[in-house]
């Protein structure tokens, strides 16, 4: 029987390489996908030493080709795909009035459109193995803000694009859910408490103090935290979940 296989977008940093780190305990072969090229080459010699076979594909998912690209090399290799995770699709926190045409566009064809067209590409792989695809979003779907408009846009379309495909997934055997991290440090959150004490001419421990007030919540959370959730959605122990939006945040998002 061949082994169980799990792509995971975004593999290169933060909750997507603690993602695919985390799903080489439970898969015989874990596909990376990432623009970054050594940073995921590292990636995947740690999925090695784990136990699991590593694929390294260095995408842009903003390409249209690329999805049909990463469904194809794994497949070809290895002949099924059981778990689709989709992560990849950092969305630039700029103002509504700020943000170009192209800022807006180029946000959505990564998160948004990358994502829904390698889930569109990897359906009858997933179809046949009776898969689980995850979809990530964020709290800024359901926490909108001005400052921030693009992310709270595309997240919120990525939530619905999830419970699209999730109703089709009940017909076709395939599990499908959206998970919604909160205020996680990953190397990007670190870039950007960084940058708002240099515009704040204040220390960093600061900044991070009074955006854990401002969130409500007690500390930030870690992308290993992340990565077992959605270790346990794609697991068999969650198969009947399925079409849900499933928020580890720290208690942020106070409403379902």
Do not use: C, Y
């Not at 421990?205 to 854990?212: I, T």
Request: net charge neutral.
């Amino acid at each position: 029987m061949s082994k169980p296989v799990a792509i995971v977008t975004g593999a290169s940093s933060g909750i997507g390489k603690a993602t695919a780190l985390r799903l080489a305990r439970d898969f015989g072969v874990v596909v990376l996908v990432a623009r970054g090229g050594e940073k995921l080459a590292e990636v995947g010699e740690q999925v090695k030493a784990i136990g699991a076979e590593a694929l390294v594909l260095e995408l842009d998912l903003m390409e249209a080709s690329a999805a049909e690209t990463v469904v194809k090399e794994t497949t070809k290799r290895f002949g099924r795909i059981d778990a689709l995770v989709n992560i990849a699709g950092a969305v630039p926190g700029l103002d509504v009035f700020q943000m170009s045409d192209e800022q807006w566009n180029a946000g959505m064809e990564l998160k948004f459109q990358g994502a829904r067209r390698l889930a569109v590409h990897a359906w009858g792989a997933l179809k046949a193995s009776g898969g689980a695809l995850v979809f990530t979003s964020g709290n800024a779907a359901v926490i909108p803000k001005a400052g921030a408009a693009a992310v709270g846009a595309i997240n919120a379309a990525v939530e619905a694009l999830s419970k699209a495909f999730a109703e089709r997934g009940i017909e076709d055997g395939v599990q499908v859910n959206s998970i919604s991290p909160g205020a996680t440090m990953t190397g990007r959150r670190q870039a950007m408490l960084e940058k708002a004490a240099t515009s704040k001419n204040i220390g960093v421990e600061e900044v991070k103090l009074q955006f854990l007030k401002q969130a409500g919540i007690s500390r930030f959370g870690e992308a290993g935290e992340i990565a077992d959730l959605i270790a346990f959605v794609v697991s068999p122990a969650a198969h009947w979940m399925t079409g849900t939006v499933l928020r580890m945040d720290g208690g942020e998002v106070k409403s379902t």
